[in-house]
């Protein structure tokens, strides 16, 4: 089996299994239950949460659990709006954000607010000068994503917030870093961020738990009514086991980024070149080391539709996908604002690697390719 598909999901380190498992035997209580099975339970937490906010350079009071990406990133949209979005009504964005910033915003345009879409230039690249020149005194909120998770982009982030910091300190500013927290580096200081959406099944940890880091000062209006967990901001019980597993994953590789960064650029490095002595052969992420993240590499295989090269993939045990896993094989209008033709959009593969990605593996995956052109070329 090769899996190539880590963009959507890793798969869990054993020591995550194994730390999650300890709280679902030995630290089950309720971390809001006030004898010693709940503290333990809450000392699990307490320990996940300074884990992941050292790795980001922040303090433990800043980080809130929550259910996952999807979640952070809607309170933040969501929460952020109802807070500051009673007089300003203009929200920036870029047009190639995830389905769960971009189906909230949408919502939010649907209730009332301005949400402006900034495009890539003619290279596929988003330059800082367009986001800047759209935001004014009417402008409440920035939400930019760091990594775009389909073709491995990276959005200049850190130039935006810093010049809108500097010019409009009001406005506030959130990002989704889950295709770059723990692949390339996160930090606060970095970034200027007010909030950040992080997911823990990116990492090899396990689906169900993320966070929202919150910058000291930043007022939310909760998603959910109930009880005084994470500040009242995100009431329910907590998943123990999970938190704890996210923070395992987090500690497991928060040291070897630049070592992981270097070996992976390798492996796309390798693959690039392989697939520019095949024919017919479309690349869609940007090449450049500056302008991308070596954890993802989109190509389309002209004249074969995704879902069917995925398939033909799939019986050889090579499993890649066509592009985000939330749109379910739906187009998601990304590669159209890279100005992909519709044609090649429709026939594109995202590889996206790990660490434990071989080139042997690549070599494979190549070849079955190349099988494939020859084999499935004709069928529509």
Known sequence: MIYLDN?????????????????????????????????NAQLCMDEARKIISGSLGAEPDNILFTSGATESSNLALRGSASAYGKRKKKIITSAVEHASVRSTLDTLEQQGFEVIRILPDENGRFQAED??????????????????????????????????RKKYPDVI??????????????????????LISLSAHKIHGIKGVGALYIRKGVRLTPLLTGGKQEKSIRPGTESVPLIAGFGEAVRLMQNTIPERLEAVQTKKDYLLNLLSNMPEISINSDTDKNYSSPYILNFSVKGIRSEIMLH?????????????????GAKSGVLSAYHVPDNLADCAVRVSFSEE????????????????????????
């Not at 033909?312 to 379910?328: P, R």
């Not at 494939?372 to 069928?379: P, S, T």
């Open 131 to 164: 986001f800047i020149r759209a935001v004014d005194e009417n402008t409440f909120l920035i939400s930019m994503m760091l990594v775009e998770n389909e073709t491995g982009r990276i959005l200049p982030v850190p130039e935006v917030f810093r010049r809108v």
């Open 173 to 194: 500013l959130h990002c989704d870093a889950v295709q770059a927290y723990m692949k390339i580096p996160v930090k606060t200081k970095d970034l200027q961020a007010d």
């Open 7 to 39: 963009a959507a999901t890793t798969k869990p380190a054993e020591s995550v299994i194994r730390r999650a498992g300890e709280c679902l035997t030995e630290h089950f209580g309720n971390p809001s239950s006030l004898h010693k099975f709940g503290l």
């Open 357 to 380: 990605t071989s080139l042997q593996e690549l070599d494979t995956l190549v070849q079955a390719i190349a099988e494939g052109q020859k084999n499935l070329i004709h069928k529509k």
């Open 312 to 328: 033909y993939l799939e019986q050889k045990e090579i499993y890649v996908s066509s592009g985000s896993a939330c749109s379910k």
